[in-house]
């Protein structure tokens, strides 16, 4: 079993930058994650994956360019680094863990959440 712990969301204006936090425990964390995020009566959109050894990467294309996903296996924690923010970025960002597909359903653990906001 492994329980996944978000922070660093918050309220940040347009352009401005945050860097989010997933801290795993239970186990030693080395299965691939990914980061997801939802808005209010949308579906949970996939935004950035990485692979175990964090060699491989995968981003939406609304945030490529602009969020880089990283990892640190020994500290047990996934990044997300998120620059030039815009207000449509604002939602409740998810980490979750045991894949870095783009698929909600293929991944086996989920944290519970941490807002985002970004202002105008």
């Known amino acids: 079993q492994v329980q996944l712990v978000e922070s660093g969301g918050g309220l940040v204006q347009a352009g401005g930058s945050l860097r989010l936090s997933c801290a795993a425990s239970?186990?030693?964390?080395?299965?691939?994650a990914g980061w997801f995020r939802q808005v209010p009566g949308k579906e949970r959109e996939f935004v950035a994956g990485?692979?175990?050894?964090?060699?491989?990467?995968r981003y939406a294309t609304s945030v490529k360019g602009r969020f880089t996903i990283s990892r640190d296996n020994a500290k047990n924690t996934v990044y997300l680094q998120m620059n030039s923010l815009k207000p449509e970025d604002t939602a409740v960002y998810y980490c979750a863990a045991g894949s870095y597909t783009e698929t909600a359903k293929w991944y086996d653990y989920w944290g519970q959440g941490t807002q985002v906001t970004v202002s105008s």
């Open positions: 239970g186990r030693t964390f080395s299965s691939s």
């Open positions: 990485i692979s175990g050894t964090g060699s491989n990467t």
